[in-house]
Protein backbone atom coordinates (compact mmCIF):
# COMPACT_ATOMS: atom_id res chain seq x y z
CA UNK A 1 0.00 0.00 0.00
CA UNK A 2 2.68 2.44 0.35
CA UNK A 3 3.17 3.35 -3.12
CA UNK A 4 -0.68 3.18 -3.99
CA UNK A 5 -3.15 6.05 -4.04
CA UNK A 6 -6.82 5.99 -2.36
CA UNK A 7 -10.12 7.12 -4.56
CA UNK A 8 -13.29 7.29 -2.68
CA UNK A 9 -16.67 6.70 -4.27
CA UNK A 10 -20.34 6.28 -3.41
CA UNK A 11 -21.10 2.44 -3.22
CA UNK A 12 -24.59 1.15 -4.54
CA UNK A 13 -24.94 -3.09 -2.77
CA UNK A 14 -27.63 -4.44 -4.88
CA UNK A 15 -28.98 -8.12 -3.72
CA UNK A 16 -29.24 -10.84 -6.42
CA UNK A 17 -32.16 -10.03 -9.00
CA UNK A 18 -34.11 -13.21 -10.06
CA UNK A 19 -31.85 -14.78 -12.80
CA UNK A 20 -28.79 -13.29 -11.12
CA UNK A 21 -26.20 -15.50 -9.23
CA UNK A 22 -24.70 -13.23 -7.29
CA UNK A 23 -25.10 -9.77 -5.91
CA UNK A 24 -23.22 -6.46 -7.96
CA UNK A 25 -21.74 -3.46 -6.26
CA UNK A 26 -21.24 -0.23 -8.04
CA UNK A 27 -18.78 2.66 -7.70
CA UNK A 28 -20.69 5.90 -9.00
CA UNK A 29 -18.10 7.99 -8.99
CA UNK A 30 -15.16 6.56 -7.65
CA UNK A 31 -13.15 9.08 -8.40
CA UNK A 32 -14.55 13.09 -9.48
CA UNK A 33 -10.88 14.46 -10.84
CA UNK A 34 -10.11 16.35 -8.28
CA UNK A 35 -6.69 16.71 -5.44
CA UNK A 36 -6.78 13.86 -2.97
CA UNK A 37 -5.20 14.02 0.61
CA UNK A 38 -3.02 10.71 1.32
CA UNK A 39 -0.15 10.52 3.88
CA UNK A 40 2.73 9.67 0.82
CA UNK A 41 2.70 12.84 -0.37
CA UNK A 42 3.06 16.76 1.24
CA UNK A 43 0.46 17.93 -0.91
CA UNK A 44 -2.69 17.19 -2.79
CA UNK A 45 -2.42 14.73 -5.74
CA UNK A 46 -4.59 14.76 -8.94
CA UNK A 47 -4.86 11.21 -10.96
CA UNK A 48 -5.00 12.56 -14.68
CA UNK A 49 -7.52 9.84 -16.15
CA UNK A 50 -6.06 10.33 -19.77
CA UNK A 51 -3.28 8.31 -18.55
CA UNK A 52 -5.17 6.11 -15.88
CA UNK A 53 -4.78 2.18 -16.76
CA UNK A 54 -6.25 -0.91 -15.90
CA UNK A 55 -4.11 -3.70 -13.89
CA UNK A 56 -3.72 -6.71 -16.72
CA UNK A 57 -5.20 -9.04 -14.63
CA UNK A 58 -8.53 -8.74 -12.62
CA UNK A 59 -9.34 -5.90 -10.12
CA UNK A 60 -10.31 -7.85 -7.09
CA UNK A 61 -12.95 -6.41 -4.19
CA UNK A 62 -11.28 -6.96 -0.70
CA UNK A 63 -12.66 -5.59 2.90
CA UNK A 64 -10.14 -3.07 4.32
CA UNK A 65 -7.53 -3.12 2.00
CA UNK A 66 -6.61 -6.69 2.97
CA UNK A 67 -5.67 -9.67 0.35
CA UNK A 68 -7.09 -12.45 2.59
CA UNK A 69 -10.19 -10.52 2.76
CA UNK A 70 -11.47 -11.10 -0.58
CA UNK A 71 -15.11 -10.41 -1.52
CA UNK A 72 -15.44 -10.47 -5.30
CA UNK A 73 -13.82 -8.50 -8.27
CA UNK A 74 -14.79 -5.91 -10.94
CA UNK A 75 -16.25 -6.50 -14.25
CA UNK A 76 -16.42 -2.79 -15.55
CA UNK A 77 -14.68 0.45 -15.88
CA UNK A 78 -16.01 3.71 -17.26
CA UNK A 79 -13.42 6.33 -17.75
CA UNK A 80 -14.88 9.35 -19.65
CA UNK A 81 -11.65 11.79 -18.65
CA UNK A 82 -13.55 13.74 -16.39
CA UNK A 83 -14.52 10.90 -13.64
CA UNK A 84 -14.02 6.86 -13.34
CA UNK A 85 -16.95 4.67 -12.13
CA UNK A 86 -16.27 0.64 -11.56
CA UNK A 87 -19.28 -1.70 -11.11
CA UNK A 88 -18.47 -5.34 -10.44
CA UNK A 89 -19.76 -8.98 -8.65
CA UNK A 90 -19.92 -9.77 -5.10
CA UNK A 91 -18.17 -13.23 -6.26
CA UNK A 92 -16.06 -14.53 -3.50
CA UNK A 93 -17.23 -17.53 -1.52
CA UNK A 94 -16.16 -16.66 2.15
CA UNK A 95 -16.97 -15.01 5.38
CA UNK A 96 -15.54 -11.83 4.41
CA UNK A 97 -18.31 -11.48 1.78
CA UNK A 98 -21.11 -12.73 3.60
CA UNK A 99 -19.68 -9.95 6.29
CA UNK A 100 -20.06 -7.35 3.58
CA UNK A 101 -23.59 -8.44 2.18
CA UNK A 102 -24.72 -9.49 5.62
CA UNK A 103 -23.78 -5.74 7.20
CA UNK A 104 -25.18 -4.04 4.20
CA UNK A 105 -28.52 -5.50 4.70
CA UNK A 106 -27.95 -3.83 8.40
CA UNK A 107 -27.00 -0.18 7.19
CA UNK A 108 -23.82 -0.03 7.88
CA UNK A 109 -21.78 2.81 6.38
CA UNK A 110 -19.45 1.40 4.04
CA UNK A 111 -17.22 3.44 1.67
CA UNK A 112 -15.30 2.26 -1.63
CA UNK A 113 -11.42 2.93 -1.80
CA UNK A 114 -10.15 2.70 -5.04
CA UNK A 115 -6.56 1.85 -5.93
CA UNK A 116 -4.47 3.40 -7.68
CA UNK A 117 -0.05 3.57 -7.91
CA UNK A 118 1.63 6.53 -10.09
CA UNK A 119 3.80 5.14 -13.30
CA UNK A 120 5.93 8.15 -13.42
CA UNK A 121 6.84 10.47 -11.08
CA UNK A 122 4.19 12.90 -10.57
CA UNK A 123 4.54 16.73 -11.67
CA UNK A 124 4.11 19.26 -9.32
CA UNK A 125 2.04 22.38 -9.98
CA UNK A 126 3.95 25.54 -7.81
CA UNK A 127 2.10 28.15 -5.70
CA UNK A 128 0.52 30.68 -7.80
CA UNK A 129 0.73 28.37 -10.80
CA UNK A 130 -2.42 26.22 -12.68
CA UNK A 131 -2.98 23.06 -14.06
CA UNK A 132 -5.98 22.06 -16.00
CA UNK A 133 -6.61 18.30 -15.70
CA UNK A 134 -9.52 15.95 -16.27
CA UNK A 135 -11.48 18.76 -18.05
CA UNK A 136 -10.99 21.27 -14.58
CA UNK A 137 -8.87 24.04 -13.37
CA UNK A 138 -6.70 23.69 -10.56
CA UNK A 139 -4.10 26.20 -8.82
CA UNK A 140 -0.66 24.84 -6.94
CA UNK A 141 0.47 23.90 -5.09
CA UNK A 142 -0.59 20.38 -6.21
CA UNK A 143 0.68 17.58 -7.84
CA UNK A 144 -0.32 15.47 -11.00
CA UNK A 145 0.29 11.63 -11.47
CA UNK A 146 0.30 11.95 -15.44
CA UNK A 147 -0.02 8.47 -15.91
CA UNK A 148 -1.27 5.74 -13.38
CA UNK A 149 -2.93 2.26 -12.63
CA UNK A 150 -5.98 0.77 -11.38
CA UNK A 151 -5.50 -2.49 -9.49
CA UNK A 152 -7.67 -2.87 -6.64
CA UNK A 153 -10.50 -1.87 -4.82
CA UNK A 154 -11.70 -2.51 -1.54
CA UNK A 155 -14.49 -1.80 1.10
CA UNK A 156 -13.75 0.66 4.08
CA UNK A 157 -15.82 2.06 7.08
CA UNK A 158 -14.02 5.24 6.26
CA UNK A 159 -12.95 6.63 2.45
CA UNK A 160 -10.34 8.48 1.66
CA UNK A 161 -12.34 11.35 2.19
CA UNK A 162 -15.06 12.48 4.23
CA UNK A 163 -17.82 13.33 1.13
CA UNK A 164 -18.34 9.65 0.26
CA UNK A 165 -21.38 8.10 1.08
CA UNK A 166 -22.93 4.65 0.80
CA UNK A 167 -26.47 3.76 -1.09
CA UNK A 168 -27.83 0.05 -0.11
CA UNK A 169 -30.22 -0.21 -3.44
CA UNK A 170 -31.89 -2.95 -2.16
CA UNK A 171 -32.22 -2.96 1.77
CA UNK A 172 -35.50 -1.28 3.38
CA UNK A 173 -35.70 1.36 5.95
CA UNK A 174 -36.55 -0.95 8.26
CA UNK A 175 -33.49 -3.12 7.54
CA UNK A 176 -32.10 0.19 8.20
CA UNK A 177 -33.02 0.92 11.41
CA UNK A 178 -33.56 -2.50 12.50
CA UNK A 179 -35.50 -2.11 16.31
CA UNK A 180 -37.70 -5.46 16.30
CA UNK A 181 -40.55 -6.40 18.68
CA UNK A 182 -40.81 -10.04 20.30
CA UNK A 183 -42.65 -10.79 16.81
CA UNK A 184 -39.44 -10.04 14.33
CA UNK A 185 -41.41 -7.30 13.28
CA UNK A 186 -40.25 -3.37 12.83
CA UNK A 187 -41.06 -0.69 15.03
CA UNK A 188 -40.08 2.71 14.04
CA UNK A 189 -42.71 6.07 14.09
CA UNK A 190 -43.72 6.94 10.80
CA UNK A 191 -41.38 10.42 10.90
CA UNK A 192 -38.14 7.70 11.95
CA UNK A 193 -39.55 5.51 8.53
CA UNK A 194 -39.56 8.41 6.15
CA UNK A 195 -36.75 10.24 7.31
CA UNK A 196 -34.62 7.00 6.94
CA UNK A 197 -35.96 7.25 2.97
CA UNK A 198 -34.52 11.14 2.74
CA UNK A 199 -37.49 12.50 2.76
CA UNK A 200 -38.41 15.79 5.17
CA UNK A 201 -41.23 17.27 6.72
CA UNK A 202 -40.71 20.25 4.59
CA UNK A 203 -41.24 17.87 1.58
CA UNK A 204 -44.54 16.43 3.16
CA UNK A 205 -46.30 20.11 4.33
CA UNK A 206 -49.25 21.22 2.64
CA UNK A 207 -49.02 17.61 0.12
CA UNK A 208 -51.56 15.69 1.45
CA UNK A 209 -51.71 13.56 -0.54
CA UNK A 210 -47.97 12.49 -0.90
CA UNK A 211 -48.17 12.19 3.09
CA UNK A 212 -51.01 9.31 2.28
CA UNK A 213 -49.02 7.43 -0.13
CA UNK A 214 -46.25 7.37 2.17
CA UNK A 215 -48.16 6.21 4.54
CA UNK A 216 -49.55 3.29 2.91
CA UNK A 217 -45.85 2.48 2.04
CA UNK A 218 -44.89 2.66 5.64
CA UNK A 219 -47.82 0.95 6.60
CA UNK A 220 -46.70 -2.26 3.89
CA UNK A 221 -43.17 -2.09 5.32
CA UNK A 222 -44.28 -2.58 8.80
CA UNK A 223 -46.44 -5.52 8.18
CA UNK A 224 -43.03 -7.34 6.75
CA UNK A 225 -40.59 -9.59 9.19
CA UNK A 226 -36.83 -8.53 9.24
CA UNK A 227 -36.22 -11.34 6.86
CA UNK A 228 -38.36 -10.65 4.40
CA UNK A 229 -37.81 -8.68 0.91
CA UNK A 230 -37.33 -5.10 1.69
CA UNK A 231 -40.52 -3.40 -0.08
CA UNK A 232 -38.78 0.15 -0.51
CA UNK A 233 -35.87 0.09 -2.74
CA UNK A 234 -33.22 3.13 -3.44
CA UNK A 235 -35.25 3.45 -6.96
CA UNK A 236 -38.21 3.46 -5.77
CA UNK A 237 -37.00 6.44 -2.63
CA UNK A 238 -35.56 8.27 -5.67
CA UNK A 239 -39.12 8.09 -8.27
CA UNK A 240 -40.85 9.05 -4.10
CA UNK A 241 -38.78 12.23 -3.56
CA UNK A 242 -38.82 13.18 -7.19
CA UNK A 243 -42.76 13.30 -7.30
CA UNK A 244 -42.71 14.99 -3.71
CA UNK A 245 -40.32 17.88 -5.76
CA UNK A 246 -42.50 18.23 -8.73
CA UNK A 247 -46.05 18.55 -6.23
CA UNK A 248 -43.99 21.05 -4.66
CA UNK A 249 -43.18 23.18 -7.92
CA UNK A 250 -46.72 22.74 -9.02
CA UNK A 251 -47.91 24.28 -6.34
CA UNK A 252 -45.65 27.07 -6.17
CA UNK A 253 -45.89 27.76 -9.70
CA UNK A 254 -49.90 27.63 -9.05
CA UNK A 255 -49.62 30.29 -6.38
CA UNK A 256 -47.37 32.61 -8.62
CA UNK A 257 -49.76 32.26 -11.90
CA UNK A 258 -52.66 33.41 -9.36
CA UNK A 259 -50.48 36.67 -8.43
CA UNK A 260 -49.19 36.83 -11.71
CA UNK A 261 -51.96 36.70 -14.13
CA UNK A 262 -50.31 38.17 -17.13
CA UNK A 263 -47.93 35.46 -17.82
CA UNK A 264 -46.23 32.27 -16.61
CA UNK A 265 -44.35 32.05 -13.80
CA UNK A 266 -41.58 30.14 -12.30
CA UNK A 267 -40.87 28.53 -9.74
CA UNK A 268 -37.96 30.06 -7.46
CA UNK A 269 -37.84 27.76 -4.30
CA UNK A 270 -36.08 29.14 -1.50
CA UNK A 271 -33.83 31.98 -3.35
CA UNK A 272 -33.36 33.36 -6.96
CA UNK A 273 -30.31 31.07 -8.00
CA UNK A 274 -33.61 28.16 -7.99
CA UNK A 275 -35.46 30.32 -10.76
CA UNK A 276 -32.70 30.92 -12.61
CA UNK A 277 -31.39 27.10 -12.93
CA UNK A 278 -35.60 26.37 -13.66
CA UNK A 279 -35.28 28.88 -16.60
CA UNK A 280 -32.24 27.58 -17.94
CA UNK A 281 -33.31 23.69 -17.78
CA UNK A 282 -36.56 24.88 -19.65
CA UNK A 283 -34.17 26.40 -22.34
CA UNK A 284 -32.11 22.81 -22.53
CA UNK A 285 -35.82 21.13 -22.66
CA UNK A 286 -36.65 23.40 -25.31
CA UNK A 287 -33.58 23.10 -27.65
CA UNK A 288 -34.16 19.00 -27.09
CA UNK A 289 -31.14 19.19 -25.12
CA UNK A 290 -32.21 17.80 -21.51
CA UNK A 291 -29.15 15.23 -21.46
CA UNK A 292 -26.95 17.86 -21.24
CA UNK A 293 -29.04 19.58 -18.76
CA UNK A 294 -29.00 16.85 -16.52
CA UNK A 295 -25.62 16.51 -15.89
CA UNK A 296 -24.92 20.13 -15.88
CA UNK A 297 -28.13 21.51 -13.71
CA UNK A 298 -28.78 18.61 -12.08
CA UNK A 299 -32.66 16.47 -11.90
CA UNK A 300 -34.08 18.97 -9.54
CA UNK A 301 -33.53 21.21 -11.60
CA UNK A 302 -35.01 19.61 -15.01
CA UNK A 303 -37.91 18.75 -13.24
CA UNK A 304 -38.60 22.32 -12.36
CA UNK A 305 -37.59 23.37 -15.67
CA UNK A 306 -40.37 20.91 -17.12
CA UNK A 307 -43.07 22.24 -14.78
CA UNK A 308 -42.87 25.59 -16.30
CA UNK A 309 -44.30 24.24 -19.65
CA UNK A 310 -42.57 26.51 -21.88
CA UNK A 311 -43.31 26.04 -25.25
CA UNK A 312 -41.46 29.23 -27.02
CA UNK A 313 -38.62 31.26 -26.42
CA UNK A 314 -41.48 33.75 -25.50
CA UNK A 315 -42.52 31.66 -22.66
CA UNK A 316 -39.39 31.53 -21.97
CA UNK A 317 -38.83 34.82 -21.27
CA UNK A 318 -41.47 35.42 -19.50
CA UNK A 319 -40.17 33.49 -16.79
CA UNK A 320 -36.96 34.97 -17.17
CA UNK A 321 -38.69 38.00 -15.97
CA UNK A 322 -40.68 36.62 -13.41
CA UNK A 323 -37.40 35.22 -11.72
CA UNK A 324 -35.94 38.39 -11.64
CA UNK A 325 -39.10 39.64 -10.22
CA UNK A 326 -40.47 41.86 -12.85
CA UNK A 327 -44.03 42.40 -13.81
CA UNK A 328 -45.03 40.93 -17.38
CA UNK A 329 -45.59 43.98 -19.59
CA UNK A 330 -49.17 43.36 -21.56
CA UNK A 331 -47.12 43.53 -24.75
CA UNK A 332 -45.05 40.98 -26.49
CA UNK A 333 -42.40 43.84 -27.73
CA UNK A 334 -42.19 45.35 -24.39
CA UNK A 335 -41.98 41.87 -22.65
CA UNK A 336 -38.88 41.07 -24.75
CA UNK A 337 -37.82 44.68 -24.65
CA UNK A 338 -38.00 43.89 -20.97
CA UNK A 339 -36.22 40.88 -20.48
CA UNK A 340 -33.18 42.45 -23.05
CA UNK A 341 -33.28 45.20 -20.73
CA UNK A 342 -31.91 43.33 -17.75
CA UNK A 343 -28.69 40.95 -17.45
CA UNK A 344 -31.04 38.19 -16.46
CA UNK A 345 -31.82 36.89 -19.32
CA UNK A 346 -28.20 37.54 -21.19
CA UNK A 347 -26.82 35.56 -17.91
CA UNK A 348 -29.05 32.49 -17.85
CA UNK A 349 -28.84 32.00 -21.56
CA UNK A 350 -25.30 33.06 -21.57
CA UNK A 351 -24.81 29.91 -19.40
CA UNK A 352 -27.17 27.51 -20.74
CA UNK A 353 -25.01 28.68 -24.00
CA UNK A 354 -21.64 27.89 -22.60
CA UNK A 355 -22.53 24.38 -21.48
CA UNK A 356 -23.58 23.51 -25.21
CA UNK A 357 -20.48 25.57 -26.36
CA UNK A 358 -18.22 23.25 -24.54
CA UNK A 359 -19.69 20.07 -25.68
CA UNK A 360 -19.55 21.33 -29.41
CA UNK A 361 -15.71 22.03 -28.92
CA UNK A 362 -14.75 18.84 -26.74
CA UNK A 363 -16.59 16.60 -29.87
CA UNK A 364 -13.91 17.73 -32.34
CA UNK A 365 -11.41 15.44 -32.74
CA UNK A 366 -7.98 17.55 -31.68
CA UNK A 367 -4.53 16.06 -32.39
CA UNK A 368 -3.10 18.96 -31.06
CA UNK A 369 -4.31 18.64 -27.70
CA UNK A 370 -3.18 15.11 -27.38
CA UNK A 371 0.24 15.59 -28.58
CA UNK A 372 1.19 19.55 -26.57
CA UNK A 373 1.54 19.84 -23.18
CA UNK A 374 -0.60 22.47 -21.48
CA UNK A 375 0.56 25.60 -20.24
CA UNK A 376 -0.50 28.51 -18.29
CA UNK A 377 0.49 32.15 -18.36
CA UNK A 378 -1.33 34.60 -15.99
CA UNK A 379 -1.34 37.63 -18.76
CA UNK A 380 -0.48 38.50 -22.48
CA UNK A 381 3.20 39.19 -21.97
CA UNK A 382 5.88 37.24 -23.99
CA UNK A 383 6.62 34.58 -21.13
CA UNK A 384 9.66 32.20 -20.98
CA UNK A 385 9.43 28.64 -20.06
CA UNK A 386 12.39 26.02 -18.96
CA UNK A 387 12.86 22.32 -19.86
CA UNK A 388 15.46 21.20 -17.59
CA UNK A 389 18.54 18.97 -18.76
CA UNK A 390 21.69 17.84 -17.85
CA UNK A 391 23.96 15.55 -15.52
CA UNK A 392 21.47 14.18 -13.13
CA UNK A 393 22.02 10.38 -13.07
CA UNK A 394 23.10 8.85 -9.91
CA UNK A 395 26.62 7.63 -8.71
CA UNK A 396 27.72 5.30 -5.86
CA UNK A 397 28.38 6.88 -2.64
CA UNK A 398 32.17 6.27 -1.66
CA UNK A 399 32.54 5.08 1.79
CA UNK A 400 33.07 8.87 3.27
CA UNK A 401 29.45 9.25 2.55
CA UNK A 402 29.66 11.75 0.78
CA UNK A 403 26.89 12.20 -2.35
CA UNK A 404 28.06 14.49 -5.31
CA UNK A 405 25.98 17.03 -6.51
CA UNK A 406 24.31 17.17 -10.05
CA UNK A 407 24.53 19.74 -12.64
CA UNK A 408 21.68 21.00 -14.16
CA UNK A 409 21.12 23.68 -16.98
CA UNK A 410 18.19 25.24 -18.46
CA UNK A 411 17.44 25.55 -22.28
CA UNK A 412 14.84 28.22 -22.62
CA UNK A 413 11.44 28.60 -24.74
CA UNK A 414 9.36 31.55 -25.19
CA UNK A 415 5.46 31.43 -25.51
CA UNK A 416 2.64 33.71 -25.63
CA UNK A 417 -1.05 33.74 -25.45
CA UNK A 418 -3.75 35.69 -27.76
CA UNK A 419 -7.06 36.21 -27.88
CA UNK A 420 -9.15 34.71 -30.72
CA UNK A 421 -12.99 35.65 -30.38
CA UNK A 422 -16.40 35.73 -32.95
CA UNK A 423 -19.49 36.96 -32.29
CA UNK A 424 -22.81 36.37 -33.73
CA UNK A 425 -26.49 37.97 -32.77
CA UNK A 426 -30.16 36.57 -32.29
CA UNK A 427 -32.89 38.89 -33.59
CA UNK A 428 -36.19 40.05 -32.22
CA UNK A 429 -37.61 38.01 -35.08
CA UNK A 430 -35.52 34.94 -34.50
CA UNK A 431 -36.95 35.17 -30.90
CA UNK A 432 -41.19 35.93 -32.35
CA UNK A 433 -40.41 32.78 -34.84
CA UNK A 434 -39.10 30.72 -32.26
CA UNK A 435 -36.05 29.95 -34.34
CA UNK A 436 -34.52 27.15 -32.00
CA UNK A 437 -31.86 26.58 -35.16
CA UNK A 438 -30.10 30.09 -34.33
CA UNK A 439 -30.51 29.47 -30.58
CA UNK A 440 -28.66 25.92 -30.68
CA UNK A 441 -26.67 26.62 -33.77
CA UNK A 442 -24.72 29.13 -32.08
CA UNK A 443 -22.96 27.79 -29.13
CA UNK A 444 -22.36 24.80 -31.09
CA UNK A 445 -20.81 27.43 -33.78
CA UNK A 446 -18.61 29.15 -31.38
CA UNK A 447 -17.57 26.16 -29.87
CA UNK A 448 -16.77 24.25 -32.88
CA UNK A 449 -14.83 26.94 -34.34
CA UNK A 450 -12.84 27.52 -30.94
CA UNK A 451 -11.19 24.46 -31.49
CA UNK A 452 -10.39 23.93 -35.51
CA UNK A 453 -8.53 27.37 -34.75
CA UNK A 454 -6.93 25.97 -32.12
CA UNK A 455 -5.87 23.36 -34.17
CA UNK A 456 -5.12 25.30 -37.18
CA UNK A 457 -2.31 27.63 -35.27
CA UNK A 458 -1.26 25.24 -33.72
CA UNK A 459 -0.10 23.02 -37.02
CA UNK A 460 0.54 26.40 -38.53
CA UNK A 461 3.63 26.31 -36.02
CA UNK A 462 4.55 22.29 -36.08
CA UNK A 463 4.80 22.44 -40.26
CA UNK A 464 6.71 26.09 -39.92
CA UNK A 465 9.52 24.30 -38.43
CA UNK A 466 10.61 27.27 -36.73
CA UNK A 467 14.49 27.00 -36.40
CA UNK A 468 14.81 23.86 -37.93
CA UNK A 469 13.13 22.67 -35.32
CA UNK A 470 12.86 19.77 -37.07
CA UNK A 471 16.42 18.76 -38.56
CA UNK A 472 19.15 16.20 -38.50
CA UNK A 473 21.71 17.88 -36.62
CA UNK A 474 19.09 17.49 -33.67
CA UNK A 475 18.77 13.88 -34.65
CA UNK A 476 14.99 13.85 -34.67
CA UNK A 477 14.79 14.16 -38.84
CA UNK A 478 14.73 11.82 -41.91
CA UNK A 479 14.75 12.29 -45.25
CA UNK A 480 15.48 10.29 -48.82
CA UNK A 481 14.38 7.69 -50.48
CA UNK A 482 12.60 5.07 -48.50
CA UNK A 483 11.23 7.45 -45.55
CA UNK A 484 7.90 7.01 -46.90
CA UNK A 485 5.58 5.65 -44.70
CA UNK A 486 6.26 1.50 -43.67
CA UNK A 487 7.55 -1.00 -41.21
CA UNK A 488 11.45 0.07 -42.16
CA UNK A 489 10.93 4.04 -42.09
CA UNK A 490 8.88 3.63 -39.04
CA UNK A 491 11.57 1.35 -37.65
CA UNK A 492 14.11 3.78 -38.00
CA UNK A 493 11.91 6.52 -36.76
CA UNK A 494 11.58 4.52 -33.65
CA UNK A 495 15.29 4.35 -33.54
CA UNK A 496 15.56 7.76 -33.99
CA UNK A 497 13.24 9.31 -30.71
CA UNK A 498 14.73 6.55 -28.52
CA UNK A 499 18.23 7.97 -29.30
CA UNK A 500 17.81 11.34 -28.44
CA UNK A 501 20.30 12.35 -25.32
CA UNK A 502 20.63 15.52 -23.25
CA UNK A 503 23.50 18.03 -23.47
CA UNK A 504 25.81 15.29 -21.83
CA UNK A 505 25.02 12.90 -24.31
CA UNK A 506 22.74 10.83 -21.50
CA UNK A 507 19.91 8.92 -23.03
CA UNK A 508 16.59 10.88 -22.56
CA UNK A 509 14.82 7.59 -22.60
CA UNK A 510 11.19 8.74 -25.04
CA UNK A 511 9.02 6.57 -25.28
CA UNK A 512 7.17 7.04 -29.03
CA UNK A 513 3.60 6.72 -28.36
CA UNK A 514 1.72 8.58 -31.48
CA UNK A 515 1.83 7.93 -35.29
CA UNK A 516 0.54 11.78 -36.95
CA UNK A 517 0.28 11.55 -40.30
CA UNK A 518 -2.24 13.14 -43.00
CA UNK A 519 -5.65 11.60 -44.33
CA UNK A 520 -3.58 10.37 -46.98
CA UNK A 521 -1.75 8.07 -45.01
CA UNK A 522 -4.28 6.89 -42.97
CA UNK A 523 -4.68 3.24 -44.58
CA UNK A 524 -1.20 2.08 -44.05
CA UNK A 525 -1.09 3.95 -40.58
CA UNK A 526 -3.70 2.03 -39.09
CA UNK A 527 -2.41 -1.23 -41.02
CA UNK A 528 1.10 -0.78 -39.15
CA UNK A 529 -1.03 -0.39 -35.64
CA UNK A 530 -3.54 -3.12 -36.33
CA UNK A 531 -2.01 -6.03 -38.50
CA UNK A 532 -0.58 -8.83 -37.45
CA UNK A 533 1.74 -9.35 -40.82
CA UNK A 534 1.87 -6.63 -43.58
CA UNK A 535 0.78 -7.28 -47.48
CA UNK A 536 3.14 -6.40 -49.93
CA UNK A 537 1.61 -5.38 -52.91
CA UNK A 538 3.45 -5.83 -56.74
CA UNK A 539 3.38 -8.28 -59.02
CA UNK A 540 1.77 -10.81 -56.85
CA UNK A 541 0.84 -9.66 -53.48
CA UNK A 542 2.43 -11.04 -50.61
CA UNK A 543 2.02 -11.56 -46.86
CA UNK A 544 5.09 -11.10 -45.04
CA UNK A 545 5.76 -14.58 -42.98
CA UNK A 546 7.79 -12.64 -39.95
CA UNK A 547 5.24 -10.27 -39.31
CA UNK A 548 4.72 -6.55 -37.86
CA UNK A 549 6.84 -5.57 -35.44
CA UNK A 550 4.97 -2.34 -34.56
CA UNK A 551 1.48 -3.70 -34.35
CA UNK A 552 -0.72 -1.88 -31.40
CA UNK A 553 2.42 0.25 -30.30
CA UNK A 554 2.17 3.87 -31.55
CA UNK A 555 -1.71 5.48 -31.85
CA UNK A 556 -2.43 6.65 -35.52
CA UNK A 557 -3.79 10.22 -34.93
CA UNK A 558 -5.33 12.07 -38.48
CA UNK A 559 -4.21 15.68 -39.14
CA UNK A 560 -5.96 16.75 -42.55
CA UNK A 561 -4.02 20.13 -42.10
CA UNK A 562 -0.35 18.25 -42.95
CA UNK A 563 -1.47 17.96 -46.69
CA UNK A 564 -3.63 20.80 -47.14
CA UNK A 565 -2.48 22.93 -49.78
CA UNK A 566 -3.99 26.45 -47.99
CA UNK A 567 -0.87 25.61 -45.25
CA UNK A 568 3.28 26.48 -46.39
CA UNK A 569 5.24 23.26 -45.82
CA UNK A 570 2.23 21.03 -46.21
CA UNK A 571 2.66 17.62 -47.95
CA UNK A 572 0.57 14.34 -48.89
CA UNK A 573 3.93 12.34 -47.94
CA UNK A 574 5.20 13.64 -44.31
CA UNK A 575 4.26 11.85 -41.35
CA UNK A 576 5.48 12.36 -37.37
CA UNK A 577 6.49 10.42 -34.49
CA UNK A 578 5.79 12.20 -30.97
CA UNK A 579 6.42 11.05 -27.26
CA UNK A 580 4.18 11.23 -24.40
CA UNK A 581 3.77 14.70 -23.53
CA UNK A 582 3.64 14.45 -20.12
CA UNK A 583 6.70 12.93 -20.24
CA UNK A 584 9.13 14.49 -23.26
CA UNK A 585 6.75 17.27 -25.05
CA UNK A 586 7.79 19.04 -28.42
CA UNK A 587 5.03 21.76 -28.22
CA UNK A 588 3.19 22.99 -26.18
CA UNK A 589 -0.23 24.85 -25.47
CA UNK A 590 -0.74 27.85 -23.38
CA UNK A 591 -4.00 28.95 -21.69
CA UNK A 592 -4.52 32.34 -19.97
CA UNK A 593 -4.98 30.95 -16.82
CA UNK A 594 -4.46 27.65 -17.23
CA UNK A 595 -8.79 27.96 -18.98
CA UNK A 596 -8.59 25.14 -21.57
CA UNK A 597 -11.72 25.23 -22.99
CA UNK A 598 -14.00 28.68 -24.92
CA UNK A 599 -16.24 31.04 -23.52
CA UNK A 600 -19.21 32.36 -24.56
CA UNK A 601 -20.93 35.49 -23.43
CA UNK A 602 -24.58 36.78 -24.42
CA UNK A 603 -25.89 40.68 -23.96
CA UNK A 604 -28.40 42.26 -25.30
CA UNK A 605 -27.45 44.04 -28.77
CA UNK A 606 -26.66 47.75 -29.45
CA UNK A 607 -29.73 50.50 -28.77
CA UNK A 608 -30.57 50.22 -32.53
CA UNK A 609 -31.55 46.40 -32.77
CA UNK A 610 -33.75 44.55 -30.60
CA UNK A 611 -32.32 41.03 -29.91
CA UNK A 612 -29.44 39.45 -28.44
CA UNK A 613 -25.96 39.20 -29.24
CA UNK A 614 -23.45 35.69 -28.16
CA UNK A 615 -19.62 36.21 -28.33
CA UNK A 616 -17.17 33.36 -27.89
CA UNK A 617 -13.55 34.07 -26.85
CA UNK A 618 -10.55 31.58 -26.20
CA UNK A 619 -7.14 32.61 -24.91
CA UNK A 620 -4.17 30.95 -26.13
CA UNK A 621 -0.69 30.41 -27.94
CA UNK A 622 1.40 27.56 -28.87
CA UNK A 623 5.11 27.14 -28.91
CA UNK A 624 7.62 24.70 -29.64
CA UNK A 625 9.22 23.54 -26.61
CA UNK A 626 11.79 20.07 -27.14
CA UNK A 627 13.01 18.28 -30.33
CA UNK A 628 13.55 15.59 -28.40
CA UNK A 629 9.57 15.08 -28.18
CA UNK A 630 8.82 14.04 -31.76
CA UNK A 631 11.01 12.86 -35.13
CA UNK A 632 9.63 14.18 -38.67
CA UNK A 633 9.88 11.89 -41.75
CA UNK A 634 9.82 13.40 -44.74
CA UNK A 635 7.96 10.40 -46.85
CA UNK A 636 10.26 10.16 -49.84
CA UNK A 637 10.46 7.21 -51.52
CA UNK A 638 12.19 5.58 -55.06
Known sequence: MSDSILLSGSLAIRAALPGERVPTFAITPAYTGGPLVTTRYPTGIIIDLSGLTTNDQAITATIGHDDDKLVGHVESVKNDGRSVSLAGVISAAGPAADELIESSKRGFPWHASVEARPLTTPEFIGDGEAVSVNGQTFSGPVLVARRAEL????????????????????????????????TGKVQITFEEWYAAIGVTADDLAGNPDMEQRLRDKYDEAMSKTKEEEAQVTASEVKKLRAEIRAEQARRELDELRASRPLGPSIVTGRNHDIGRHAVQAAFFKHLGHES?????????????????????????????????????????????????????LAGMLGASANKLLLDAYQAVPSVARIIAKPLSANNFKQHTGYRVTGDNSFRMVPPSGEIQHGTLSEQAFA??????????????????NDDLGAFASIPQIIGRGA??????????????????????????????VDTALAIDSLTAAVTL???????DGAPVMVAPKYLVVPPELETPADGLYTS??????????????????????????????????????ASLLAWYLFGDPADVAAFGIAYLNGVESPVVEA?????????????????????QIDPRGGVMSKGEAE
Open 151 to 182: FGVSFVPRGADEKTSVTIAAEAAKQKLGAKTM
Open 292 to 344: IGERVLGEQAMEAGASLRCSSMVDIIKCSLTAAGQDIPASRDDMIRAAFSTTD
Open 415 to 432: FRVDTYARMFGITRTDII
Open 451 to 480: ATKLEEVFWQLVLANTGDFFDEAEGNYQEG
Open 497 to 503: LRRQVDT
Open 532 to 569: RNIAVAGVTDVVMTDGNPHERKYQPLIVPHLSNARYAN
Open 603 to 623: QDAPFNTLGMQYRGYLDFGVC
